[in-house]
Nanobody, 127 residues
Framework: QVRLVESGGGLVQAGGSLRLSCAAS????????MAWFRQAPGNEREFVAA????????YYADSVKGRFTISRDGAKNLMYLQMNSLKPEDTAAYYC????????????????????WGQGTQVTVSS
């Protein structure tokens, strides 16, 4: 079982920055791929960024490429999402997700590929 807890959301002006954190339970943190998704009211959950278990391979949605950076700290069992140059359209609840240890997601970009989810943290970007 993997437990995920997000933090770091808040209200920020357009052009500002936030860093989200995802704390993961368990001693096998370095053996599972993880990702960030977001969901705005009335919209489907959409892919933001993903990281392989090692952190060497990363994937980004076109809408955040060059502005957001996913990273992980294996020593602390933490995954981060550094968000810069935020836009009002980035406003959403942000969720971290993980696949079962040792498994690779069938698709990095689909929410259904992930087995575990956090409760979400709200990010609001004002114009």
């Amino acid at each position: 079982q993997v437990r995920l807890v997000e933090s770091g959301g808040g209200l920020v002006q357009a052009g500002g920055s936030l860093r989200l954190s995802c704390a993961a339970s368990g001693r096998t943190f370095n053996s599972y791929a993880m990702a960030w998704f977001r969901q705005a009211p009335g919209n489907e959950r959409e892919f933001v960024a993903a990281s392989s278990w090692s952190g060497v391979n990363t994937y980004y949605a076109d809408s955040v490429k060059g502005r957001f950076t996913i990273s992980r700290d294996g020593a602390k069992n933490l995954m981060y999402l550094q968000m810069n140059s935020l836009k009002p359209e980035d406003t959403a609840a942000y969720y971290c997700a993980a696949v079962s240890p040792g498994r690779r997601p069938s698709s990095w970009y689909l929410a259904g590929s992930y087995d575990y989810w956090g409760q979400g943290t709200q990010v609001t970007v004002s114009s």
